[in-house]
C-alpha cells in the first residue's frame, strides 16, 4: 500500500529588524549657574540590520534644547551625534525629556530623561583658563564636569582661536574640572588635555 505524503507549504515574509540606540538613557547636567549655558553630546546608533529614519529629535522642559539629529536617515551600524543644552532662567531644579520619533521599533520614540539645577550666580567668581598652542591648531574647545557628574560638557558651541578662556558660568561652592582639545585644519579634534580642577569659593 503507498503512502500518502501530505506537503503543507508554509509562506511568510521577513520583518525587517529596526533598532535605534542612545549613547545614555539620561542626561544630568548638574548645576549651572542662571543665565549660563551648557551642553553634552548624545549619539544615535542604528544597531539594526535596515535603514532607520528619524523624523524629529525636540527636547521639552523649561531651559532646555537640542540641535541637529532631525531628518536624518542612518545605514545600519552608523550613528549621528547631537547636542543637548541647559541654559537655566531660574534657581532650582528643572528636569525635561529628549524625545527622538523614528520609524525604529515600529514608530515609537526613544525618550532620554533631562535634569539639571539652575544655582543663582554669586557674581564674583569666574575661571580663567590658558594653555600653550598647539601646533597647526586652529581654534580650541574647552570642556568642563562638574563634581558628582563625570560627564563633560563643552562650553563653546565654535571654535576658541585663542589660547585662553573665562568661565563666568560657575557657582559658589563648586567644584569643576576642565579639559582642552584641539582642532586642526582637516577639522580633527585631538585627545583631551590633562584635566585640572577648580573649587570655587563660598560666598
Known amino acids: ?24 538613557t539620561k542626561v544630568d547636567f548638574g548645576n549651572v549657574a542662571v543665565g549660563g549655558s551648557t551642553s553634552q553630546l548624545v549619539t544615535l546608533t542604528n544597531m539594526g540590520k535596515v535603514n532607520v529614519s528619524i523624523a524629529k529629535v525636540s527636547a521639552s522642559g523649561k531651559g532646555f534644547s537640542v540641535s541637529g539629529g532631525s531628518n536624518v536617515v542612518l545605514a545600519p551600524s552608523q550613528a ?25 521599533l515600529s514608530g515609537s520614540a526613544v525618550s532620554i530623561a ?51 578662556f573665562t568661565d563666568s558660568t560657575v557657582a559658589s561652592g563648586e567644584t569643576y574640572q576642565y579639559v582642552v582639545t584641539s582642532v586642526n585644519s582637516s577639522n580633527v579634534e585631538s585627545t583631551a588635555s590633562n584635566q585640572i580642577a577648580v573649587t570655587i569659593p563660598s560666598p
Open 114 to 164: 533631562l535634569s539639571g539645577s539652575g544655582e543663582a550666580a554669586s557674581g564674583k567668581h569666574s575661571v580663567a583658563l590658558s594653555w600653550q598652542p598647539s601646533s597647526q591648531a586652529i581654534g580650541y574647545f574647552i570642556y568642563r564636569s562638574a563634581k558628582g557628574n563625570g560627564a563633560l560638557s563643552k562650553l563653546n558651541p565654535t571654535l576658541n582661536e585663542s589660547t585662553s
Open 1 to 24: 500500500m503507498a503512502a500518502t505524503i501530505a506537503i503543507i507549504a508554509v509562506a511568510g515574509c521577513g520583518v525587517s529588524e529596526r533598532s535605534l540606540v542612545p549613547s545614555a
Open 80 to 104: 549621528v551625534t547631537v547636542s543637548v543644552g541647559f541654559n537655566p532662567a531660574a534657581s532650582g531644579k528643572a528636569t525635561g525629556t529628549l524625545s527622538v520619533s523614528s520609524d525604529a
